[in-house]
């Protein structure tokens, strides 16, 4: 949950950042342009979705989890976070994501169905697998603007410690 309250600036040349969503743009690049029409044409088409599923009455979905326990939540509504603060606090804050019908599954994302649900955290093996990736993913992408360098693909396993006093320094 950590990553969703810690965004940053993004600092792109030519850009001054005034607050999380805004900025001053004095001509804005071309490529701009396509993205925020792409992104408005997802966007639409995504609140039109989601309009149309909350017309439909709320449907109870079963959840089954590890150990037989047997758990009602609603269709669309509620999430695997809400399941996991539901039965403690500690899986809540210490899972890294969630696994639904064995595919992986992000802790904020609407369940649908009925589904067997498993939370993974840091010492589950799927966990520790997922989570490396996830967090070099995060960095690089914050590289660029952040340090004004160029951005690569992470490693399969994350960042090596040989790269950590690079980092760091």
């Given amino acids: 949950m950590a990553l969703y309250q810690r965004w940053r600036c993004l600092r792109l040349q030519g850009l001054q950042a005034c607050r999380l969503h805004t900025a001053v743009v004095s001509t804005p690049p071309r490529w701009l342009a396509e993205r925020l029409g792409l992104f408005e044409e997802l966007w639409a088409a995504q ?17 089954s989890l590890p150990g037989g326990q ?3 939540a609603v269709a669309w ?4 976070y809400q399941l996991a603060r539901q039965i403690s606090s500690t899986l809540a804050d210490t899972a890294v ?10 802790l904020e994302r609407p369940l649908e169905t009925d589904s067997d649900l498993r939370f993974l955290t840091f010492d589950s093996p799927e966990g520790k697998a997922d989570n490396p990736g996830l967090r070099a993913a995060c960095f690089g992408a914050d590289l660029p603007g952040t340090y004004s360098c160029c951005s690569t693909l992470p490693e399969a396993r994350g960042f090596t410690g040989s790269a950590s006093p690079v980092v760091q320094g």
């Fill in 47 to 63: 609140v039109k979705r989601l309009a149309s599923m909350a017309q439909k009455e709320p449907r109870t979905i079963k959840i």
């Fill in 70 to 72: 047997k758990i009602d």
């Fill in 77 to 80: 509504n509620t999430t695997p």
């Fill in 97 to 106: 994501a969630a696994q639904v019908n064995g595919e992986p599954y992000d």
